[in-house]
């Protein structure tokens, strides 16, 4: 077991022990992959306001250039990530990709551009149909429909009861989804409805079959960083190092309980890639 440096905060797991060793050990073939909403931006009412940790960026550029690749995996569409991320044009952030709408769609910094797939056509049916549904269940007050392009996405967070609200929906709303060939995500306060076949394990997987790595790290705070974790999980169960840090504990227990390392939230996500990037370079 090496020793690591004091301001690292250590993972409670020996898995996670292995797996920072392993990423200290030989950065440059290890990957960090980030969930974006509640990882490296705080969770706020209007997605449309959510912008990166002040210190993300910073911290993301001091470590990149050390690993072989950092991904963020969202189920943001890819442009939108990158706004409000603050990635393009970063020094330090050439080789940042994200992956957005659960891998779906890509952005490379190294050209700048989106390449994305044809949106699915049940996505538009749902687009069209969805106001009127909600009105007709009685569930329209206090909800409200985020629109994501590939993806659209109801909200209870602002609803009176928004755990009562979301309980209520979601039922509805996979039926609704299943007519046109789409299923619901659930997350913190929100359903969203999308097509299958893409979820954040598919998109972390085959990026890291693509970049060769041997460790990953992996951070996110919700239901669809399940399927990334269970990844993580596969390859340690097959030897390859990982790591799993959950961002905050109080709304997703289940993601906490599978943990390596639970952190209170993004500004201490952002101040563990800090002191990652200082180890690596050390």
């Not at 990423?23 to 992959?33: F, G, M, Q």
């Not at 206090?142 to 209870?156: P, S, Y």
């Amino acid at each position: 077991m090496g020793s690591h440096p004091h301001n690292l905060p250590m993972p409670v797991t020996a898995a996670g022990r292995e797996g920072l060793d392993a990423l200290l050990r030989e950065p440059r073939r290890s990957v960090i992959a980030l969930d974006f909403d509640g990882t490296l931006a705080e969770i706020v009412p209007d997605p449309d306001q959510a912008r990166a940790h002040p210190d993300a960026v910073p911290a993301l550029a001091a470590l990149a250039p050390e690993v072989a690749s950092v991904a963020v995996i969202t189920g943001r569409p890819a442009g939108v990530a990158v706004r409000y991320g603050g990635f393009a044009g970063v020094p330090g952030l050439e080789h940042l990709v994200v992956l957005g709408h659960y891998g779906a769609e890509r952005w490379d910094a190294v050209s700048g551009i989106v390449h994305a797939p044809a949106v699915h056509p049940g996505v538009a049916a749902v687009r069209a149909e969805l106001p009127g549904f909600l009105d007709e269940i009685g569930a329209w007050r206090g909800t409200w429909i985020e629109e994501k392009g590939r993806a659209l996405a109801v909200h209870t967070r602002r609803a009176a009861d928004p755990a009562a609200a979301f309980a209520a929906l979601r039922e509805p709303l996979a039926e609704l989804a299943a007519r046109h060939g789409l299923m619901v995500e659930p997350g913190r306060a929100v359903l969203e409805l999308r097509p299958p076949g893409m979820d954040k394990g598919v998109a972390l997987t085959e990026y890291l079959a693509e970049t060769g790595a041997e460790t990953v790290l992996y951070a996110g705070d919700d239901l669809g960083d399940l399927a990334a974790y269970s990844a993580v999980e596969k390859r340690r169960a097959e030897g390859l190092p990982g790591v799993l840090v959950c961002s905050g504990s109080a709304e997703v227990p289940e993601l906490a309980a599978r943990a390596d390392l639970v952190l209170p939230g993004p500004a201490a996500v952002t101040a563990f890639l800090a002191a990652l990037a200082e180890a690596v370079r050390g």
